[in-house]
């Protein structure tokens, strides 16, 4: 008896013999065309594993009839542990993000040499903490390169991965970006394959250990960098990396690794035509033809193809001149249908009758978002992507350091620019009312000189 390894439905419909079969020829051609098949120490692979404070108790030796129990800290926040390491296997030091508003230096305590961190709201990565992972941590670690010998970079494609700016900044630093396909991280990431997971159990048997050593004292963030620091050495060995960049058909390079079992989940989800019956079948033939037929009657039905950005740069090189002219070109046609869209949602909103009513914030010239946090998965939501920045702060979301509180960020529309502003945190005003004239500081600013 074998207990099976859970699989998301995600992965097991894009994890496809085809999607395989392409990246690994996307793969083979840019590392052809840079001549990196015999340069393993400039391919690298970056992937981020999320460690919660309150860890699962490793298995004990017990009687049959006792029931065993284990102490844990019980309330459970969530950091993010970014890694990197090349085909040689050299490890790249781990980077922290930390859940909370403010960073301080004792989250760092008992860090190994090189490491470093942040914080965010939630202890998750975003477009802004991954870019200065790139730009100020992992650049340090990266070997010399030049035109003729780039640095090659797999990685998975979340949408904090891969914004414009950071693509170019890539290209200027001889950087080639190569995203994985879609949900395929499983069978194609080398550190989710070979060294995220004994990280995992080894992360847990540390927090069990130091619970034990230290009376009960719970793990809190402040032990979450050095705990870590220990586990992250001992697992990410120079063998389990170089295994795993073998066992992922990177190096040496294999596109052959992955065998049809591993893909086999995939064609369950398949549509296949019913339409054909043998002409001769027993009673056992056709009771499971039968059920199969009840599997695969409600598949039948064509569902419109989403236009998302994983379709333009899944299994891609992000960093070569067409796939980043297609992101600009898929971008600015979000951008606009979500313009457009915004435009018919104000217009059907505003009242036929205006009158004088309720403190309310007026609809034509505000909103209500709420803004939603980067997972740690490898996903594209390019529906729930923002398109619309500040005029002020040029962000998307608020900088609350100077009020950390929550707050439903509400926007208001200037009358005279028609630009976006967060309200109370870039505006001295934080409530509008139905009819009142709005501008932001620049108008207002140039107002007051005229």
């Given amino acids: 008896m074998k207990k099976p390894r859970a699989l998301e439905v995600a992965r097991a419909k894009s994890a496809t013999r085809q999607a395989v079969d392409n990246y690994f020829v996307e793969l083979g051609s840019i590392l052809d065309k840079y001549g990196l098949k015999d340069k393993p120490h400039l391919i690298y692979n970056i992937d981020e594993k999320g460690l919660s404070t309150d860890h699962k108790p490793p298995k004990v030796v017990a009687g049959t009839f006792n029931q065993t129990q284990a102490i844990t800290s019980g309330r459970s926040k969530l950091t993010t542990l ?222 419109k193809p989403r236009n998302t950005l994983s379709k333009v740069i899944g299994g891609k090189a992000v960093t070569e001149d067409n796939i980043l002219e297609k992101i600009r070109t898929h971008e600015q046609n979000q951008t606009f249908k979500q313009h457009e869209t915004k435009t018919k949602t104000k217009k059907n909103n505003l009242p036929s009758n205006p009158t004088a009513g309720p403190s309310c914030c007026n609809p034509k010239q505000s909103m209500t978002q709420t803004r939603t946090t980067d997972s740690d998965s490898d996903t594209t939501d390019d529906e729930n992507q923002d398109t619309e920045t500040c005029i002020v702060c040029n962000r998307f979301s608020p900088d609350t350091s100077k009020k950390p509180f929550l707050y439903i960020v509400q926007w208001g529309q200037c009358d005279s620019c028609e630009g976006w502003v967060h309200l109370s945190f870039c505006s001295p005003v934080k409530v509008l009312r139905r009819g009142d004239v709005f501008l932001c500081p620049a108008c207002t600013a140039q107002s007051s000189e005229q």
């Fill in 82 to 303: 970014i890694g990197a390491m090349n085909a040689v296997g050299q490890q790249v030091p781990p980077y922290f993000v930390f859940p909370g508003v403010r960073m301080m230096g004792s989250l760092l305590d008992g860090a190994s040499p090189g490491a470093d961190g942040t914080v965010s709201a939630t202890g998750w990565s975003n477009s802004e903490i991954f870019s200065a992972f790139m730009k100020d941590h992992l650049i340090k670690f990266l070997h010399s390169r030049d035109p003729d010998n780039p640095v090659l970079v797999l990685y998975d494609g979340h949408k904090s991965h891969v914004p414009i700016s950071l693509i170019e900044w890539a290209k200027s630093e001889h950087i080639i970006l190569f995203v994985q396909p879609p949900h395929c991280s499983h069978l194609l990431q080398p550190l989710d394959v070979s060294c995220f997971g004994p990280l995992e159990v080894a992360w847990n048997s540390a927090c069990h250990r130091y619970l034990r050593d230290s009376g009960g004292c719970i793990v809190t963030r402040h032990e979450v960098c050095r705990i870590a620091c220990q586990v992250y050495a001992a697992t990410i060995s120079a063998q389990n990396i170089t295994a795993s960049f073998r066992k992922c058909g990177i190096y040496p390079y294999d596109p052959t690794v992955v065998p049809d079992s591993m893909v086999a989940p995939s064609t369950t989800f398949v549509t296949r035509d019913n339409s054909c019956q043998e002409p001769h079948i027993s009673s056992s033939s056709a009771f499971l033809k039968e059920k199969e037929n009840n599997i695969f009657k409600n598949k039948d039905t064509v569902k």
